[in-house]
């Protein structure tokens, strides 16, 4: 917990400006953006118009977006951060050994964020060329936001937490938003998909964040045991069968964990 006096509530204030943006809501206005993070809708103003000035949004006839200079900020992680950097080329190999298209994420929150990804090479695989479109419609870019509990990754990171941790997430983030028809929104039931990860050490999700996509998820691991992030797979729904799986697609991930088992 950080000191009253070592607080800065202009910063925290601006921040949350920032993060009021969505991709649902892309363009805001102070009376929005005030409603969105608590503010009076004077001091939404000021930080509005602070943001603006320092470059990191764009305005027009009282709305506002963010400006392309809000990349820096994500840009200096992905530069200077240690795991993105770790990650990257084991995701590479994994892409190619898989010949699928690999992400590693972080748990932030009710969301989890991609700090790395790698496709299959162009043309190796056919079938890639007719399921892209939908297989692959998001969640591929870095620093993109998932609902964790509507994907691989994400209930593989719940996973890791400890049981009191997890009671306390589904407090804190119920009701669990339904994204498809799949996805599963019972807090009860999420916690045994949960617990039944915990217990294989691997998640699959299918079309639950997304129509047509199906993912395997692993957690990668410290030397003290601890889940620092999450790699997945997505791939089609017959590579996901106990065959496949427990032949082809498990054991690349897990052979990924272990390579970097001593690095993170």
């Known amino acids: 917990m950080i000191a009253h006096a070592d607080y800065i509530a202009g910063l925290a204030k601006g921040l949350a400006v920032?993060?009021?943006?969505?991709?649902?809501?892309?363009?805001?206005n102070a009376s929005q953006v005030a409603e969105r993070t608590g503010l009076s809708r004077a001091a939404a103003r000021r930080q509005l118009l602070t943001l603006e000035h320092l470059g990191y949004l764009e305005s027009q006839d009282g709305q506002f977006w963010l400006a392309p200079k809000v990349l820096r900020l994500a840009g200096a992680y992905l530069r200077s951060a240690r795991l993105p950097r770790l990650l990257q080329p084991v995701l590479d190999r994994l892409a190619l050994a898989t010949d699928e298209a690999c992400s590693a994420v972080v748990l932030d929150g009710a969301?989890?964020?991609i700090v790395a990804r790698s496709?299959?090479?162009?043309?190796?695989?056919?079938?890639h060329a007719?399921?892209?479109?939908?297989?692959?419609?998001q969640g591929l870019h870095l620093g993109a936001r998932l609902a964790a509990h509507a994907t691989s990754t994400g209930r593989m990171l719940l996973a890791c937490l400890r049981p009191r941790d997890l009671s306390t997430w589904l407090n804190e983030h119920s009701p669990l938003a339904r994204l498809t028809a799949h996805t599963t929104t019972?807090?009860?039931?999420?916690?045994?998909l949960v617990e039944q990860a915990r217990l294989s050490d691997h998640c699959v999700a299918h079309e639950e964040h997304e129509l047509g996509v199906h993912a395997l998820a692993v957690p990668v691991r410290n030397l003290a045991g601890e889940a620092v992030a999450a790699l997945n797979v997505v791939t089609r729904p017959e590579r996901l069968q106990p065959?496949?799986?427990e032949?082809?697609?498990l054991p690349a991930l897990q052979a990924a964990t272990r390579e970097l088992l001593a690095q993170v």
Do not use: I, Y
């Not at 920032?18 to 805001?28: D, G, H, I, K, V």
């Open 247 to 249: 032949r082809e697609l």
């Open 130 to 137: 007719r399921s892209a479109p939908m297989q692959f419609a």
């Open 119 to 127: 496709m299959p090479a162009a043309g190796r695989n056919p079938a």
């Open 18 to 28: 920032l993060e009021s943006f969505s991709p649902e809501r892309q363009r805001l």
């Open 243 to 245: 065959g496949p799986l």
């Open 111 to 113: 969301q989890v964020v």
């Open 186 to 192: 019972d807090p009860k039931a999420l916690r045994r």
